[in-house]
């Protein structure tokens, strides 16, 4: 099992650019949440995907944008880059609530570092 | 969802017993506790979640007190990989399963 798994690992971006970020779930799971970190701050959350509709979205400007296909896969987009989106992108998959156990946790990626200059 | 609040920072020694502690005062009935794990550069990765009074896995142990307002992440011997950011979340069974950060606490384990 390859565990959540996103591409790329770096990207490098001009300000007013335009960047797509991808995951893949872990094995099973359906539903996939996407987090902003900053250095030195805990991952915030932007919003998450389930059965390809944005079921939650937290405190981000409509710049970001995300979709998830039927295969649970989802890609973050964010439009017109700011200096101050250089952060890490972290995907987390899960399974959604109704299907899932008590002990069952979210699964992190390895995360992809933006660099917006 | 009830916030959390945890030291930002510790320091400890090879082969001490680490106990970090979280409060969660508005923590909802139907709220689990859940702890997580996160080096430089990575994603944050699951340590443990329990309900109530105390649950133990192969890395650590969790203590969680009768009226569940605040939790304790034990980790036994630590050693210097265990320097690391530790998240203490409050997390609803029910509804939308969205695990929210705050700053966590800075371990850092020394020789």
């Known amino acids: 099992d390859a565990g959540v798994t996103q591409s790329p690992t770096h990207l490098i971006k001009t300000r007013g650019q335009q960047v797509t970020l991808r995951c893949s779930p872990k094995s099973g799971h359906d539903t996939v949440s996407w987090y902003q970190q900053a250095l030195g701050q805990g991952p915030q959350f932007i919003f998450q995907?389930?059965?390809?509709?944005?079921?939650q979205r937290g405190n981000f400007p409509d710049r970001f944008s995300g979709h998830q296909f039927p295969n649970y896969s989802s890609e973050l987009n964010v439009n017109a880059l700011l200096l101050g989106d250089s952060a890490l992108y972290l995907c987390?998959?899960?399974?959604?609530?109704?299907?899932?156990?008590?002990?069952?946790?979210?699964?992190f990626g390895q995360g992809t570092r933006l660099t917006v200059v | 969802l009830a916030k959390t609040t945890q030291p930002i920072s510790m320091d400890s020694y090879e082969g001490q017993e680490v106990n970090i502690t979280c409060s969660h005062n508005n923590i909802a009935t139907n709220d689990y506790i859940t702890w997580y794990q996160q080096f430089p550069s990575q994603g944050p990765r699951f340590i443990i979640q329990?309900?109530?009074t105390k649950v133990t896995n192969e890395v650590a142990s969790l203590f969680i007190p009768a009226d569940r307002k605040s939790s304790t992440l034990s980790l036994p011997r630590v050693s210097l990989s265990d320097t690391a950011v530790y998240y203490c979340?409050?997390?609803?069974?029910?509804?939308?399963?969205?695990?929210?950060f705050g700053r966590g606490t800075s371990l850092i384990v020394h020789p």
């Open positions: 329990g309900y109530k």
């Open positions: 987390a998959s899960s399974l959604e609530p109704g299907h899932r156990q008590h002990d069952t946790e979210a699964f």
């Open positions: 979340l409050v997390e609803g069974e029910g509804g939308s399963y969205i695990p929210t």
């Open positions: 995907y389930y059965e390809e509709e944005e079921r």
